[in-house]
């Protein structure tokens, strides 16, 4: 009875090993190639110019010349101010300064004839700048009841309405230039990193897309071209901006979406994310030995595209890596495999990725 036991127990561990020795795993290399990374960052869409109009006097809102959302031109009349008081101030300067003007020639020719002393035609000459200096004051506040566009743009909402009493420094509208906009999203320190060892000091690119908020991407690219003094100690970002043109003014102030940066890599090193595992925020890869046993390695991925790894430490072109069956195996575990060639295994990655 106990020799059958036995027996019986033999057969089912040599069934056991013979199914373990039949298991075949499926193993890939890795690949270097030239590729094209793309990063994607949350961004804010900012108009190249966008600022507040504010009434420079205080009065009633006579008259509003334009609507909102209207596009108007530089030096175009958008508000009036009620000037009656500042164009009474300015008769009144004038007929000063006129008066002032005759008291001064009448001076002059009386002291030319030596009948006043030169110190009288100084004083009526003081007298005649002061009022023309008051004139041009007068003046000048009666040109701030009139509020005219400082640049091209569009008019945003009215914040008074036409008969309203307006102090001065009260904000009327904004007023933003969308003839091209300011895009601003913020990059990690390790991919500020990477992006200036690839492109340099100077840092700019023009391989930047606008994902907008539909899903679509805006039809022309950008150019990044200003990259922030600082690093943000809270988050450990840095601001970047890009600038877009804005011909057809489909961009507004305010909106937001998605920049998507293509990087090219000369002789990047790749591998299906598939084959990778974590340890404590760390990946790893099996390797397979020239005596076909499992070892693990750890590895540094410099970028990240759909499905694939870019690998910057850890392994080499032509390492053997177990592709699938990643919790099947052991470390050194022996093991029987079936190569397949990188190109295909990452094609198909690509295609699924689709």
Not at 78 to 88: C, D, S
Not at 248 to 260: A, D, P, S, V
Not at 302 to 322: A, F, M, R, T
């Amino acid at each position: 009875m106990g020799f059958c036991a036995l027996l019986c127990n033999t057969s089912c561990h040599k069934e056991k090993e013979e199914k373990e020795h039949e298991t075949e795993f499926l193993v890939t290399t890795s690949l270097k190639k030239d590729t094209i990374v793309t990063q994607d960052y949350v961004c804010q869409i900012r108009s190249i110019q966008h600022i507040e109009l504010r009434a420079q006097e205080r009065g009633y809102l006579e008259k509003i010349y334009v609507d909102e959302g209207q596009s108007v031109k530089k030096g175009q009349l958008l508000f009036r101010i009620m000037p009656n008081l500042y164009e009474a101030e300015t008769q009144r300067a004038k007929a000063e300064a006129d008066y002032a003007q005759i008291e001064y020639k009448n001076t002059q020719q009386l002291a030319e004839k030596n009948v006043v002393a030169p110190n009288e035609l100084a004083m009526a000459k003081a007298k005649y700048d002061k009022a023309k200096a008051e004139l041009q004051l007068a003046k000048v506040h009666l040109q701030f009841t009139e509020i005219r566009a400082p640049f091209d743009g569009i008019i945003d909402r009215f914040m008074v309405r036409q008969g309203s009493l307006v102090d001065e420094g009260d904000l009327l509208t904004n007023l933003s230039d969308n003839s091209k906009m300011w895009v601003y999203f913020n990059v990690p320190e390790a991919e500020y990193l990477n992006y200036k060892a690839k492109t340099g000091i100077n840092g700019n690119t023009d391989n930047v897309s606008l994902l907008m908020a539909n899903n679509t991407y805006f039809e022309h690219p950008g150019k990044i071209e200003t990259i922030e003094a600082d690093f943000n100690n809270e988050t450990g970002n840095i601001s970047f901006r890009a600038t877009f043109p804005n011909p057809k003014g489909l961009l507004r102030h305010g909106e937001t979406g998605n920049i998507h940066i293509t990087m090219p890599l000369k002789n990047a090193l790749l591998i299906p994310q598939k084959a990778t595992f974590e340890v404590l925020d760390k990946k790893y890869v099996y390797v397979v030995t020239k005596d076909n046993k499992i070892q693990s390695r750890e590895i540094t991925v410099s970028s990240e595209i759909p499905h694939i790894y870019v690998v910057s430490s850890g392994l080499s072109e032509g390492d053997k890596i177990l592709l699938e069956g990643l919790r099947l195996v052991k470390e050194n575990q022996k093991i029987s495999y079936k190569i397949l060639k990188p190109e295909s295994v990452l094609s198909d990655l690509e295609l699924y990725a689709e």
